[in-house]
């Protein structure tokens, strides 16, 4: 039961941080804000403030930031509420819209900083390599530094787990530096290279390999060193967010694989909770500030596709508005946003039905 609580807190931090960047940046605006509200359908708890209600609702998924005129265009004849969003010049619509995920990615970058401190970074460098892989083959050895495959930057040794997980068996490009004495610890210039490669897959791992060995985590040294790593891990959400819907839409892997909701996140929260609340507090911690980078992260993403009803296709209009002068009809990009929230209500509900399913 505290594992599960652990969980809805948990999604509950990370919705109350987005929609609160909706709600600073619309005060700092001037837009009238109705009712801050975390959780979805009717009201569990509610008080008023000023002109805004305050509201935790009774399912623990969801949030939202109503305000005023938000879906409403100017009435011919009628004067303009001075505090309607609509009513407010574009790049000020913009950033109300955009804080919401630009919140959520602060949020994960600070639990990015909270792991890093906690236990270092992974590097590209290295350890060894497996007999009878192609790297073995290809010439690479210990001391060698992977720095991009193909078109893609190689920062750490998970880069490179990424991209054979979402390029399996594809011939690639790596390219490396070679210490100078064969340790980075002598100094001296690097030797760049290059090498062809393709992967095989291994039967005893299930999966695509190169036949490479990592060093471990190393610890930061200094602020710099610190923030570097942190936004490295965002940076890391992000690619593999992107790289698992590129995946699910060449058919790599199906949707249910791909795609978690909210039912099976908290059974997966609640597990690797309880798994540290057996190794102590750190570990609980470390487990929480994984699922917050993660989870934060992914929502920042998602709110910023270019789908009607979300963060990003309202962003989209916006911008169109921008470049054309004036805004759309606001009834019929109220009916573009209705058609896309009935589309993300179908697919959640599908999300939901697989979720259920793998519980039975």
Not at 98 to 123: E, K, R, S
Not at 200 to 219: N, T
Not at 327 to 354: S, T
Request: aromatic share 10%.
């Amino acid at each position: 039961m505290l594992n599960i609580l652990a969980a809805v807190l948990l999604f509950g931090l990370i919705v109350l941080i987005h929609e609160f960047g909706h709600f600073l940046f619309a005060k700092l605006n001037g837009i009238g804000v109705v009712e801050f509200s975390i959780g979805m359908g009717p009201r569990l708890l509610s008080t008023v403030r000023g002109e805004t209600r305050y509201s935790i609702k009774i399912l623990p998924f969801g949030g939202s930031c109503m305000m005023v005129g938000e879906d409403m265009g100017e009435e011919e004849g009628v004067a303009p509420d001075p505090k309607a969003f609509n009513s407010k010049p574009v790049w000020a619509r913009i950033q109300v819209i955009a804080a919401g995920p630009v919140f959520n990615f602060i949020l994960a970058f600070l639990f990015a900083m909270v792991i890093v401190a906690q236990i270092g970074h992974d590097t590209p460098v290295l350890y060894g390599v497996m007999e009878g892989y192609p790297a073995q083959e290809a010439g690479l050895q210990a001391g060698d530094k992977i720095t991009r495959i193909n078109n893609r930057k190689i920062r750490a040794h998970r880069d490179v787990s990424l991209y054979l997980y979402s390029h399996p068996g594809e011939e690639m490009t790596i390219y490396y530096e070679r210490p100078a004495g064969g340790s980075w610890e002598q100094g001296g210039a690097a030797e760049r290279r290059s090498v062809r490669i393709t992967p095989v897959y291994a039967e005893e791992y299930q999966s695509h390999m190169l036949g490479v060995q990592f060093r471990g985590y190393e610890k930061t040294h200094g602020l710099a060193e610190l923030i570097s790593a942190s936004a490295y891990e965002v940076g890391y959400c992000v690619r593999s967010t992107f790289d698992s819907i590129g995946m699910m839409f060449r058919r790599q892997v199906e949707m249910d694989e791909a795609v978690a909701g909210p039912v099976q996140i908290v059974t997966m929260v609640g597990e690797t909770v309880e798994e540290g609340r057996q190794q102590g507090p750190a570990a609980v911690l470390f487990v929480l500030s994984n699922w917050i980078l993660l989870l934060s992260a992914s929502l920042g993403i998602m709110n910023l596709l270019p789908v009607p009803a979300l963060d990003g296709g309202r962003l989209l209009f916006l911008f169109f508005e921008l470049l054309r002068g004036r805004p759309v009809d606001p009834e019929k990009e109220g009916m573009v946003h209705m058609a896309g929230m009935a589309l993300l209500m179908a697919f959640m509900v599908l999300v939901l039905f697989n979720d259920i399913r793998k519980l039975l």
